[in-house]
């Protein structure tokens, strides 16, 4: 979800200006937020001297990286930090009512009554042991102790329908609603008590773009008929800039700057915001060129698009009976499915789940193939056949020509070493314990003849090569930032030298500006090394920037294969045409 | 829900089916005889064989087998060694030559004390283990939380034997501040019933709730950090009403099922609390049996075990899909 920040409307700017002279609903002053250290370490300020003013009916963005402090200023505001192990100082005042410092049944009275929440995954936000409705009473009665039990399932009802659930499903439980449906739940249950601020801490985050468009649009509509003043708290610059009237800015927990949202995203005056609204990635950046980042806002343009493997690999003219590195022929995976009632004879097997159907891909030596979906698509499924790691029920592989499907000893070892994976969290996916020399050593142990000094010297090289200094090869992951995890993750890739890297997100769980160094990173590795890539992703933006030809799948199915530039100029398909919409 | 609690019932029944042909099998291809040991030590060789031939065990395995899985739904006769002819009414564990008795009928006799004794300490250990569980995890970190985490150690590494002298010196015979351990019926006399096991369910609940407390901290702790746990401070929801509501909620899927492990376990026969407290419940009765090498009774003891075992089990698996709507909905 990227749309240009010119996208801004404008009349919400102009509205801005009018709301001025209303008294602020919310008013921060000088507010910082501290965490002590459970090891006993040095105290963490998250926060550090924020101030703000949220008018009545306003929508404020709230935007920053990981660890920019945005999330424990909406905590801050409903007094839910653990007095334990944090203080907050300064003054947070609603309706001129101060809050820090507040006892228990003052904040109470607040949460939930006068300031909602709503969170970033409504699944494990919502309680799994409760229907929705009862979520949704009790939200009220909590807050209006006279109201019967009949009152306020009536009016959890009546709220829910307002926001799109069924009357039929009122009483389901979360886990039997769909991403999207579950945020309705969310926000249904937040305003509730129709109150004067709502904080939305990454309220679309964990949805497919075409469902995080409906949701949003859902938040402004409620916002509109309730005058709710809306806090709402992103990374994503493309959220913020259709949803919000004014826009600050954080970084490391203080103010960077704040101005009208369409002012700051088509005029930013620090030069951290403009590498922010330059590092997200739009659908009409050009691609493979590389991208902006904080520590360099303009990196020496390159003007012409990449047009593929044979600019990268010299002497691969693209030819019809050109050579493929992977062909995947009827791809088919399907898992058992769950048994429902009893395991009579005569009942036979439950129906299997169809994760990928009939699929067929392939990928040039060095080119990069874009493998787009929403979640549940089958698109990690198909990555994870490619890789090895999944059986395929029916179909073909084909690796350099050999018939890789069922691989023996020796073809198996092969594509240990010339296919590897580069995993979407930078966090889970390195061993804690084991250096970064050591988890570099692997590899270079079982794919090469390289003795113990050579391998140290060549971890060394690897390191420095996806931008790391070759001091840091003693540290440990959690020494580590994001960014720093992911490049690891990436040398970890290079260091036998394949031919082929699968990547399953691996952008997708970095902020905007790592993502962008992250992605300049590998693009300059594959022009210097002329590795094939398969890129799986959900960013239409991102897989447009850096793929040669991309494939589209939707319920297992591959639904339009083809180039990079013919897919984004002319979509053949309907389900491509609605992906590439709510991208814009 | 209907359906699964079926299929959980058939497996049940399917690892029973399994528990008895294993017992059976200890009992008749192991290595004592069992005719020599329920003739006892003086018969020679001929009587022996006489019993042999009464007792059924000159008959195929599976013919065996099949009469004592008949005997168990429908009863069957059976014969003493003396020769008379018994009958043993359904569900027939067999016949212990020893008692000169239907197993059943033995095991009935002891029963009560048992379950008495197993419900009594099930309690102790649920107040007990949930109680400080629930304190220490409401206070983690501090002193009240460490001095609650190191009672409950001191459970964990006490044994009963000890304990319960320890006890019984001190609350029987130093100062009778309790009446010596005993077993009277609750239908004759529930005041000197419940006197009689006090005793025994404390050192019995408090042994065992060491284990539950700390699971009952370490899940609670781990439930706290849930997202919808911050979600119903958000709504407005005290502290306490907010863990009593959903932490525990969360929580609790592994205590029942822990606790219905235990609940087997206890109903199984407590040996060592039984013979520490001079209480005559099946834990005494299996042991007695396995002494006088009186197999029917070894056999029929364990049975009544894994069926204590395996029916809590499955009760504590239905109760978490009661609990939990996504195992129930799937």
């Known amino acids: 979800m990227n749309p240009s920040p010119a996208a801004a409307p404008g009349h919400r700017a102009e509205q801005h200006a009018d709301q001025h002279a209303e008294p602020a609903v919310l008013s921060v002053r000088d507010l910082s937020v501290t965490f002590a250290d459970p090891r006993g370490g040095a105290p963490v300020a998250a926060v550090r001297g924020l101030s703000f003013d949220l008018a009545r009916g306003e929508v404020l963005g709230l935007v920053g990286e990981s660890g920019s402090g945005k999330s424990a200023t909406g905590l801050a505001v409903l007094g839910l930090h653990d007095p334990r192990t944090t203080t907050v100082t300064g003054s947070i005042r609603l309706a001129g009512q101060e809050l820090v410092g507040a006892g228990e049944p003052v904040l109470r009275r607040v949460r939930g009554g006068r300031v909602a929440l709503v969170f970033q995954d409504a699944l494990t936000s919502l309680s799994p042991f409760h229907g929705v409705d009862a979520q949704l009473a009790e939200m009220y009665r909590l807050h209006h102790p006279d109201a019967g039990r009949a009152e306020a399932r009536r009016r959890a009802a009546a709220m829910l329908d307002r926001v799109g659930i069924p009357a039929a499903r009122v009483r389901d439980y979360p886990h039997q609603f769909s991403g999207g449906m579950r945020q309705r739940v969310m926000i249904a249950m937040a305003l509730m008590n129709d109150p004067d601020v709502l904080i939305a801490d990454e309220p679309t985050t964990a949805l497919d773009a075409r469902v995080q468009r409906q949701v949003l649009d859902l938040l402004g509509e409620l916002q509109r008929e309730h005058g709710t003043a809306v806090l709402l708290v992103s990374h994503d610059l493309g959220v913020v800039a259709g949803t919000t009237d004014r826009t600050l800015v954080l970084r490391g927990g203080r103010p960077v700057e704040s101005a009208p949202t369409a002012t700051l995203l088509a005029a930013p005056r620090e030069s951290y915001t403009r590498a922010l609204v330059g590092a997200a990635l739009t659908l009409d950046s050009v691609p493979g060129t590389p991208l902006p980042t904080v520590d360099d806002p303009s990196p020496a343009p390159r003007t012409a698009a990449r047009t593929g493997p044979s600019d990268a690999v010299a002497g691969a003219p693209p030819a019809p009976d050109r050579h493929w590195l992977v062909e995947v022929e009827d791809l088919a995976v399907h898992f058992p499915g769950r048994r429902r009632g009893l395991a009579l004879p005569g009942r036979g097997r439950p129906a299997p789940v169809r994760a990928v159907e009939g699929v067929s891909l392939r990928i040039a030596p060095g080119e990069t193939l874009g493998l787009v979906g929403e979640s549940g698509s089958g698109k990690s499924t198909t990555s994870r056949v490619l890789a090895g790691l999944q059986a395929a029920t029916a179909g073909t592989v084909r690796y350099d020509g050999v018939d890789a499907t069922a691989p023996d000893r020796a073809l198996r070892r092969r594509l240990a070493k010339e296919v590897q994976l580069v995993f979407q969290d930078p966090y889970a996916s390195l061993n804690p314990r084991r250096t970064v020399a050591q988890t570099l050593d692997t590899p270079l142990r079982l794919h090469t003849a390289l003795d113990a000094g050579q391998r140290r010297a060549r971890s060394a090289e690897l390191l420095e090569q996806v931008g790391l200094p070759a001091a840091h090869l003693d540290r440990y992951p959690h020494e580590f930032s994001g960014g720093q995890r992911q490049r690891i993750g990436i040398a970890r890739a290079l260091a036998p030298e394949p031919r082929l890297i699968i990547a399953d997100e691996p952008v997708s769980a970095l902020d905007v500006s790592v993502q962008a160094q992250v992605l300049n990173l590998l693009m300059e590795l594959r022009e210097r090394l002329g590795v094939a890539f398969l890129f799986v992703s959900h960013d239409l933006a991102v897989v447009r920037h850096f793929c040669d030809r991309v494939a589209v799948m939707h319920r297992g199915r591959l639904v339009e294969s083809t180039d990079r530039d013919r897919l984004f100029a002319a979509p053949h398909t309907d389900y491509t045409r609605e992906l590439l919409a709510a991208a814009h | ?330």
């Open chain 2, 1 to 330: 829900m209907l359906s699964f609690a079926l299929r959980r019932i058939l497996q049940a029944l399917a690892v029973l089916a399994a528990v008895s042909a294993a017992a059976f099998a200890l009992f008749y291809a192991g290595p004592a005889d069992p005719a020599r040991a329920a003739c006892g030590p003086r018969c020679d060789t001929g009587q022996v064989a006489a019993v042999r031939t009464s007792m059924g065990l000159d008959q195929p395995l599976l013919a065996q087998y099949t009469d004592y899985l008949t005997g168990i739904v429908a009863g069957r006769d059976v014969q003493d060694v003396d020769g008379s002819t018994r009958h043993c009414d359904a569900p027939c564990l067999g016949y212990s030559y020893r008692l000169h008795q239907p197993v059943t009928e033995a095991l009935a006799d002891h029963l009560p004390v048992t379950v008495s004794l197993a419900a009594g300490a099930l309690a102790v250990l649920v107040l007990f283990g949930l109680g400080t569980g629930f304190v220490a995890a409401l206070r983690h970190g501090t002193r009240t939380d460490k001095l609650l985490s190191g009672f409950t150690l001191v459970g964990a590494s006490v044994q009963i034997y000890f304990l319960g002298y320890v006890a019984q010196w001190g609350l029987v015979y130093t100062t009778g501040l309790l009446p010596l351990p005993s077993y009277t019926p609750p239908a004759t006399d529930p005041v000197a019933w419940a006197g009689g096991l006090l005793l025994p369910w404390i050192v019995l609940g408090f042994v065992n709730s060491a284990v539950f407390a700390r699971l009952t901290r370490s899940q609670l702790l781990e439930t706290m950090n849930e997202e919808y746990v911050r979600t119903a401070r958000g709504k407005g929801l005290g502290r306490l009403r907010t863990h009593l509501k959903y932490t525990s909620r969360g929580a609790a899927g592994p205590l029942v099922q822990l606790l219905g492990l235990e609940a087997g376990a206890l109903l199984g026969g407590a040996v060592i609390t039984e013979t520490v407290f001079g209480l005559n419940g099946v834990g005494r009765f299996a042991l007695e049996a396995v002494e006088g090498q009186d197999l029917p009774a070894v056999v029929g003891a364990v049975l009544l075990a894994a069926c204590f075992v395996v029916l809590f089990v499955a009760l504590a698996d239905l109760a978490v899909a009661w609990l939990d709507p996504r195992i129930r909905l799937g």
